[in-house]
């Protein structure tokens, strides 16, 4: 069973403390009660921390300044998000230059820019698909043209990279919940698998966590692997801490089910804690 845990007692057991942001810190457009506390004793004790967000639809300084709207005074270069990682997944693929459509905002597009993609309009011809996020374009019209523009790649034998920089289905949303970019995804490749259900590999490629390289990057700027992961949602938070080998805290707030107990191993945390109010 996990145990039980308090903010102070990672403070002072812990070098580095890693956030998730939607349901820990944020729940949009308010905060999570006890947070902008939490964040401004870590300010003044100067202690490591960093917010591992899988979203992909805002840039760290465009983040940290609608943060700071809530009253979380978190600096942009502590704030680590999954757009920012497509810069080393289109160089490990060699896409770089690539025609990009871009479901998502326009910060979303500045990201596939910075990794040297080259943003067109979702009306045209591409060689890379990336849903940035679910918000920030014309739903129906878009994801209508663009499917279409898939099967018509795939019917011409070219198979365009599929990218998901945010896998997250759902996220908190005031008081109640909406769908995440990866729902998005989701539509796409149910539609794609009943198009064409002998390509087992029409799939997006998904970059954040529970995947490690956002844990990476933390340990990088950090320079230590003696961190602890606090988040809301077993299948991404807890199971990648746990993947890289840090301990993990699920959150009573957001995502978490309401019996941990029930989780399978790779999503057990190692504590809980029902807020970060003391």
Request: glycine share 10%; net charge negative; proline share 6%.
């Amino acid at each position: 069973m996990a145990q039980t845990t308090t903010l102070d007692e990672l403070i002072g057991k812990f070098e580095a403390l890693l956030f998730d942001s939607d349901g820990v810190l944020a729940r949009w457009p308010g905060v999570v009660p006890g947070a902008p506390k939490a964040i401004d004793q870590l300010n003044s004790l100067n202690k490591p921390y960093f917010v591992l967000t899988n979203d992909a639809s805002a840039l760290p300084e465009t983040r940290s300044a609608r943060y700071r709207e809530l009253g979380l005074d978190i600096d942009a270069d502590r704030i680590i998000t999954a757009g920012s990682l497509l810069t080393a997944h289109f160089s490990e693929l060699g896409i770089a230059g690539s025609r990009c459509v871009v479901l998502g905002t326009e910060d979303s597009a500045d990201y596939v820019r910075a990794a040297g993609g080259e943003v067109v309009s979702f009306e045209d011809d591409f060689d890379v698909l990336v849903i940035g996020d679910q918000l920030g374009f014309s739903f129906l019209e878009a994801t209508g043209t663009v499917l279409t523009n898939v099967f018509r790649k795939i019917d011409r034998d070219e198979t365009p990279y599929l990218v998901l920089p945010n896998p997250d289905v759902i996220y908190p949303e005031g008081g109640g919940f909406g769908f995440a970019s990866g729902a998005v995804a989701l539509m796409f490749e149910a539609a794609m698998a009943l198009r064409y259900p002998a390509r087992k590999d029409l799939v997006f490629s998904r970059l954040g966590k529970p995947h490690p390289a956002m844990f990476e990057e933390a340990f990088r700027r950090s320079g230590t692997r003696d961190a602890v992961m606090i988040g809301d949602t077993p299948g991404t938070d807890i199971r990648g801490a746990n993947h890289v080998g840090i301990a993990s805290v699920l959150m009573g707030t957001g995502v978490a089910i309401s019996d941990p107990s029930k989780l399978p191993e790779t999503d057990r945390p190692t504590y809980l804690m029902a807020s970060l109010i003391p």
